[in-house]
């Protein structure tokens, strides 16, 4: 089993939809989580970064942590078709050093 | 503010031949992090240096080595190189708090094995 379970998609969506994307991992040791767009040839870029449960919101996205499930989402409002590209989650334990374990990423496609 | 910043963009090599990647690390930050990305995959870690040492690996061969120098930029070093080497090799840099901060990557160097 892997550390980090997400779905690879693609998810097509019109213009101006609410996406939702989500992962599940299987360490409950892992605290930090993080999210990264990733354009092609491209390297990650980081979305968002969250510490332990909760929401937090930035803009157009909002991360949701839920622990006792072992399950992450981000969410994007109004979606853009330059939105479109692999949403990557990552995350680590308290004492892993920035050792950081991704999901395979999500392919998104927003359609103008 | 210059971002993690590598070389070379793209490289193509033989089968047991040796390959160096090179990265510098954004300002302010003083650990730098190496991963592999393979087609369709997310980024594997690979090792992180921090003070001139390596201070975590992950789950790769002895093949890969790497290095830090004083101004914390880094190499890495892929020694015997196999087709299943090729791959979009990332770094990452952060700072070391001794917990977790978030990673911020550069474009990768893009490394073909033939």
């Known amino acids: 089993q892997k550390e980090v379970e997400q779905d690879p998609g693609p998810l097509s969506v019109p213009e101006g939809a609410i996406v939702s994307l989500n992962c599940t991992y299987s360490?409950?040791?892992?605290?930090?989580f993080m999210w990264y767009r990733q354009y092609s040839r491209k390297g990650p870029e980081l979305l968002m970064y969250?510490?332990?449960?909760g929401n937090k919101e930035d803009g157009r996205f909002t991360a949701q942590v839920d622990k006792s499930s072992k399950y992450i989402s981000l969410f994007i409002r109004d979606s853009q078709p330059s939105d479109s590209a692999t949403y990557l989650c990552?995350?680590?334990?308290?004492?892993?050093?920035?050792?950081?374990?991704f999901g395979s990423g999500t392919k998104l496609n927003v359609k103008p | 503010d210059a971002g993690v910043t590598q070389s070379p963009t793209h490289l193509i090599k033989t089968r047991g031949q040796q390959v160096t990647l090179r990265c510098s690390p954004k300002?302010?930050?003083?650990?730098v992090s190496w991963y592999q990305q393979a087609l369709g995959q997310g980024p594997q870690f690979i090792f992180q240096?921090?003070?001139?040492?390596?201070?975590q690996r992950g789950n790769f061969p002895d093949r890969f080595s790497g290095h830090q120098f004083p101004n914390y930029s880094s190499e890495l070093n892929v020694n015997a190189l196999l087709l299943g080497d090729s791959a979009l090799y990332l770094c990452a840099s952060s700072l070391w708090e001794g917990g977790s901060s978030p990673l911020h990557f550069g474009n990768g160097t893009r490394l073909t094995v033939t």
């Open positions: 360490n409950s040791a892992f605290q930090y």
């Open positions: 990552a995350m680590s334990g308290v004492n892993n050093f920035n050792k950081f374990y």
């Open positions: 300002s302010g930050h003083d650990t």
């Open positions: 969250t510490y332990s449960s």
């Open positions: 240096y921090y003070e001139e040492e390596e201070r």
